[in-house]
């Protein structure tokens, strides 16, 4: 396999380190809202949604987050860019699109 750990551990710490303060941000958002005060319903309306918007970016970066640390794992362990069906190597530019990938493009489809 032809995938430079050490740059694929370099790629997944920026990830976790974009999707932690991704997570940080919308949760001061969330606690924080800064448009509560608004007098008209229409307004609050959009606030609400705007929150809503905010808790499904929020669990997206969560799971996302979630796979940056398996892989950093998977890293640790030996088998990062293994594919979890076949136990054949993941294509490198698969993991260059997207690093934490588990499985290769064949199980992928």
Not at 39 to 65: C, F, G, P, T
Not at 82 to 103: D, G, K, M
């Amino acid at each position: 396999m032809n995938i430079d750990l050490k740059t694929a551990e370099q790629e997944l710490l920026k990830l976790k380190e974009e999707y932690e303060t991704r997570i940080a941000k919308i949760e001061d958002h969330i606690k924080n809202p800064q448009d509560d005060l608004n007098e008209h319903w229409d307004d609050q309306a959009i606030a609400y949604s705007q929150n809503d918007m905010r808790k499904n970016l929020m669990v997206e970066a969560q799971q996302s987050l979630i796979h940056v640390h398996n892989a950093l794992s998977r890293i640790e362990n030996g088998t990062y860019g293994e594919c979890e069906v076949c136990n054949e190597p993941i294509e490198p530019q698969r993991l260059r699109a997207l690093p934490y990938a588990t499985l290769c493009m064949e199980h992928a489809e």
